[in-house]
């Protein structure tokens, strides 16, 4: 599988957010990092095209986010956003803040089931 090229400008960015995870991204990544879901590796505050995602996995092209708030603002961006990345081969799971929140492992259930039905 091609890498998906990125603008190296966001690569502060990334990190920076990194150091700024709300707290259901930070709920999320402690259950799905260090190849704790099948085996698959995930990376959080991922640069893909001229869009960071919140959580990515290059083995799957599978791209996770978590919407807060916030995107009900920005909701044809995200689609926008998702579309571009979709045309690479991009899949997307999307996530409610409140759900992980309220049941991480619920939101990992999802992500199995999503990699057993797709790989």
Not at 31 to 56: A, E, H, M, S
Not at 88 to 115: C, Y
């Amino acid at each position: 599988m091609k890498p998906i090229p990125y603008n190296p400008n966001l690569k502060k960015l990334a990190k920076e957010m990194r150091n700024m995870s709300t707290l259901s991204e930070i709920l999320l990544w402690k259950c799905i990092q260090k190849k704790k879901v099948k085996g698959y590796t995930f990376l959080r505050q991922k640069p893909l095209l001229n869009y960071i995602v919140d959580f990515y996995c290059s083995e799957l092209n599978l791209a996770i986010e978590v919407d807060g708030s916030i995107h009900k603002y920005a909701e044809l961006e995200d689609q926008k956003r998702q579309k571009e990345l979709e045309q690479h081969g991009v899949h997307f799971i999307r996530f409610f803040d409140n759900h992980i929140r309220k049941n991480p492992d619920g939101a990992v259930l999802v992500i199995e089931k999503w990699i057993e039905e797709n790989s």
